[in-house]
């Protein structure tokens, strides 16, 4: 945090006369949706510029300008202690484990014979993946889905739909991918929808 303050006032002083800064600000965002898939960046902006960016995916720093490019700004030799301390910190961040249901939805105007919605309710953060499997392959056509809508209360919900002709003996599931879950789960519907 330190490094980043010092980046911003450097770049306020270099700037600030040949470039006309007038507004300078930084960011510094962690960008994840699981404990395994996190990107960490630290963002340089002036005049609305992007002028410098520190992108842990690349584990270095990054000049969008030829100022900033002059720079050499040296990366960071331990990238997965960076990683991990960010880890350690997302860790305390509270998750809301979905409420899911997969129900039969009545179908207007498809040439397919059935509909499904998976909804998943009170859930947090905001990301969140869910994935139709037709006996066990993921289903790409004839899906379409919500955007994740807030509840009021800090909760999301979102919907996903399949439509699809019915086969004797087939499993249809819908797979649900969140922070809150160490695995992805799994809502099978048939005779009886079970969670596995």
């Not at 992108?55 to 040296?74: C, P």
């Not at 955007?147 to 003996?169: A, D």
Request: hydrophobic share 35%; with cysteine; net charge positive.
């Amino acid at each position: 945090m330190f490094f980043f303050f010092c980046m911003c006032v450097l770049f306020l002083r270099v700037f600030q006369f040949h470039e006309y800064a007038f507004y300078g600000y930084g960011t510094l965002k962690c960008q994840f949706t699981s404990s395994h898939d996190l990107v960490y960046l630290e963002q340089v902006y002036f005049n609305k510029r992007l002028m410098v960016q520190y992108n842990s995916t690349l584990g270095k720093y990054e000049g969008y300008t030829k100022k900033a490019k002059d720079l050499r700004l040296f990366p960071f030799k331990n990238n997965d202690s960076t990683a991990d301390h960010i880890l350690s910190l997302l860790s305390f961040l509270p998750t809301v484990e979905p409420s899911v249901r997969v129900t039969p939805v009545a179908r207007q105007g498809s040439s397919h014979q059935a509909m499904l919605a998976c909804s998943a309710y009170n859930f947090y953060p905001k990301q969140i993946r869910l994935t139709w499997l037709r006996n066990g392959e993921k289903v790409i056509n004839y899906v379409t889905s919500t955007e994740e809508l807030p509840e009021g209360n800090w909760l999301y919900q979102i919907h996903s739909y399949l439509e699809y002709t019915p086969s004797p003996g087939e499993e249809i599931t819908c797979m649900v991918e969140h922070a809150s879950l160490k695995e992805p789960k799994l809502y099978n519907w048939g005779k009886r929808m079970t969670k596995n």
